[in-house]
């Protein structure tokens, strides 16, 4: 059995204990809808979908791709919407800075997407994937809908492509490839934005392209690794690298939401004879589906969801609207393969909230309120104070004693800081060496303060310190450290 092609809901379909009375042919499991019994890669032409379901999806992608490529661009506070430049270690989500020292702030969010992906996908299937994934919007309501524009629909790309090589059949290819060349440039270059930030990408484009050599290698290779995918690699891309469909199976259960074919109405399949009534074909024990393979001729990945839930299927709802077309043409209810759960076919029985959802969702939302604690709590710089290496402590006239310390403060903001230190837990003075400190956007600033403490609030040895770090009269941070002084004997 082929190891990537095993994936299958535990009750949806047959092959799980919900036998339908008439199933598909089992071979289905032992073999990969893109590749013939020799392993080699079998073309997919699926027919160009319509219907509700896809006019949804498609202004949905309008929305999605706007966001995309418009996303480098947009600023918020002089901030990128996003910008994950792994290089420097700096990263900007909506307009905020994070730097390492946020480091923890992301892994919580790490486990805040992980845990959401989860409850998502145990509730609602593949939503995901069909709905929002880039891969799946760019290949079939971007690339795909070139090729339907230049070769037509599915009947005419397969006779175009058993076609004999001509000078038509060599313009409408070139062009097509020519296009999706231009279109994946595009899209590495909206990728590399969200890199290294638009105002670099541009300086590599308008520049001399031998300063930045690096940079054109990676723009090459986006350029070349999407024009790969849509190109030539396609559904693969979802069947043999993304992981997600392999873990539907842990995922998903008898109550999730996922595309599915109502085989207690649909089975026993068969065609629909001339002039015969749905009484007689139900008298026959016939059901509702005309085994008219609408629903495989157009799915994106070729497999027949009738079959049950299968690693392949993206949930993108071709099938659902094809079938609906169909049932329409036919005088039968809508509906016969739709978004449903095992026990919404089995047993009629809504979407309910199981144990396991109800502890993931608990989870979710505990994750959130971390997230969201230290999201709000963060401070707009990160200071640190350490005692000046190499000195000890020292008498003052006035009989107080002095400590020198080093002070390093980094601005998380791209707006100008000035900082004022204050003691809080003690009376004494504290005394920035030089000039105020003034933080520049993004930068590090270090400086030297002197702090000096009478006796009466200095303890043996080691006075723990507090101390404020305001920005225009507004605390930032607070600070910990130690007061070295003469040690009393005892």
Same mark, same amino acid.
């Given at each position: 059995?082929?190891?990537?092609?095993?994936?299958?809901?535990?009750?949806?379909?047959?092959?799980?204990?919900?036998?339908?009375?008439?199933?598909?042919?089992?071979?289905?499991?032992?073999?990969?809808?893109?590749?013939?019994?020799?392993?080699?890669?079998?073309?997919?032409?699926?027919?160009?979908?319509?219907?509700?379901?896809?006019?949804?999806?498609?202004?949905?992608?309008?929305?999605?791709?706007?966001?995309?490529?418009?996303?480098?661009?947009?600023?918020?506070?002089?901030?990128?919407?996003?910008?994950?430049?792994?290089?420097?270690?700096?990263?900007?989500?909506?307009?905020?800075?994070?730097?390492?020292?946020?480091?923890?702030?992301?892994?919580?969010?790490?486990?805040?997407?992980?845990?959401?992906?989860?409850?998502?996908?145990?509730?609602?299937?593949?939503?995901?994937?069909?709905?929002?994934?880039?891969?799946?919007?760019?290949?079939?309501?971007?690339?795909?809908?070139?090729?339907?524009?230049?070769?037509?629909?599915?009947?005419?790309?397969?006779?175009?492509?058993?076609?004999?090589?001509?000078?038509?059949?060599?313009?409408?290819?070139?062009?097509?490839?020519?296009?999706?060349?231009? &279109?994946? *440039?595009?899209?590495?270059? +909206? $990728?590399?934005? @969200?890199? /290294?930030?638009?105002?670099?990408?541009? =300086?590599?484009? #308008?520049?001399?392209?031998?300063?930045?050599?690096?940079? &054109?290698? *990676?723009?090459?290779?986006? +350029? $070349?690794?999407? @024009?790969? /995918?849509?190109?030539?690699?396609?559904? =693969?891309?979802? #069947?043999?690298?993304?992981?997600?469909?392999?873990?539907?199976?842990?995922?998903?259960?008898?109550?999730?939401?996922?595309?599915?074919?109502?085989?207690?109405?649909?089975?026993?399949?068969?065609?629909?004879?001339?002039?015969?009534?749905?009484?007689?074909?139900?008298?026959?024990?016939?059901?509702?589906?005309?085994?008219?393979?609408?629903?495989?001729?157009?799915?994106?990945?070729?497999?027949?969801?009738?079959?049950?839930?299968?690693?392949?299927?993206?949930?993108?709802?071709?099938?659902?609207?094809?079938?609906?077309?169909?049932?329409?043409?036919?005088?039968?209810?809508?509906?016969?393969?739709?978004?449903?759960?095992?026990?919404?076919?089995?047993?009629?029985?809504?979407?309910?909230?199981?144990?396991?959802?109800?502890?993931?969702?608990?989870?979710?939302?505990?994750?959130?309120?971390?997230?969201?604690?230290?999201?709000?709590?963060?401070?707009?710089?990160?200071?640190?104070?350490?005692?000046?290496?190499?000195?000890?402590?020292?008498?003052?006239?006035?009989?107080?004693?002095?400590?020198?310390?080093?002070?390093?403060?980094?601005?998380?903001?791209?707006?100008?800081?000035?900082?004022?230190?204050?003691?809080?837990?003690?009376?004494?003075?504290?005394?920035?060496?030089?000039?105020?400190?003034?933080?520049?956007?993004?930068?590090?600033?270090?400086?030297?303060?002197?702090?000096?403490?009478?006796?009466?609030?200095?303890?043996?040895?080691?006075?723990?310190?507090?101390?404020?770090?305001?920005?225009?009269?507004?605390?930032?941070?607070?600070?910990?450290?130690?007061?070295?002084?003469?040690?009393?004997?005892?």
């Amino acid at each position: 059995m082929s190891s990537t092609h095993t994936s299958s809901l535990r009750g949806i379909g047959p092959g799980s204990g919900a036998t339908p009375p008439n199933p598909g042919p089992e071979d289905f499991r032992n073999r990969l809808s893109t590749a013939d019994q020799e392993g080699r890669r079998k073309w997919l032409f699926p027919r160009k979908p319509h219907g509700r379901f896809h006019q949804a999806r498609a202004w949905l992608s309008v929305v999605l791709l706007a966001i995309m490529f418009a996303g480098p661009f947009v600023r918020i506070h002089g901030n990128p919407l996003l910008l994950l430049n792994i290089v420097e270690r700096k990263f900007v989500i909506l307009g905020q800075i994070f730097w390492p020292q946020d480091m923890i702030i992301f892994a919580v969010a790490l486990l805040v997407y992980i845990t959401g992906i989860i409850v998502f996908t145990a509730a609602y299937g593949r939503l995901w994937c069909g709905w929002l994934c880039p891969q799946t919007v760019l290949m079939e309501m971007v690339f795909r809908k070139i090729e339907y524009l230049l070769e037509g629909d599915a009947h005419k790309q397969r006779a175009l492509a058993r076609s004999p090589w001509n000078a038509g059949k060599i313009l409408r290819k070139g062009v097509k490839h020519a296009l999706f060349f231009a &279109l994946s *440039f595009v899209i590495g270059n +909206t $990728l590399l934005a @969200y890199i /290294i930030g638009t105002e670099q990408l541009f =300086q590599i484009i #308008t520049d001399n392209p031998a300063k930045h050599l690096e940079g &054109l290698g *990676f723009m090459s290779l986006f +350029t $070349l690794v999407f @024009y790969g /995918i849509f190109a030539r690699f396609r559904e =693969q891309a979802c #069947t043999f690298i993304c992981p997600y469909g392999r873990l539907q199976s842990t995922l998903l259960d008898e109550n999730s939401i996922v595309v599915a074919y109502d085989y207690n109405r649909g089975e026993l399949r068969g065609r629909l004879s001339r002039n015969q009534t749905w009484d007689q074909r139900k008298a026959v024990g016939r059901g509702d589906c005309i085994d008219c393979k609408e629903c495989v001729n157009v799915c994106p990945t070729g497999i027949d969801i009738r079959n049950g839930t299968q690693m392949e299927c993206v949930h993108c709802t071709a099938c659902i609207d094809a079938c609906d077309d169909v049932m329409v043409r036919v005088s039968r209810p809508k509906g016969l393969i739709r978004y449903a759960s095992l026990n919404g076919i089995e047993k009629s029985e809504p979407l309910r909230v199981t144990p396991r959802l109800a502890g993931y969702t608990v989870l979710l939302f505990a994750l959130g309120g971390l997230l969201a604690f230290l999201l709000f709590s963060r401070s707009d710089v990160e200071a640190t104070i350490l005692r000046a290496q190499g000195t000890l402590f020292q008498k003052m006239p006035d009989g107080q004693f002095s400590n020198l310390y080093t002070i390093r403060v980094v601005n998380k903001t791209s707006r100008e800081i000035p900082i004022e230190l204050k003691l809080e837990n003690v009376p004494g003075e504290l005394q920035v060496m030089g000039k105020e400190i003034v933080v520049a956007p993004q930068k590090l600033a270090q400086t030297s303060v002197l702090i000096k403490l009478p006796t009466t609030v200095m303890k043996s040895g080691t006075t723990p310190l507090v101390v404020g770090v305001y920005a225009n009269g507004r605390k930032l941070q607070t600070v910990k450290t130690g007061f070295i002084g003469p040690r009393e004997d005892r």
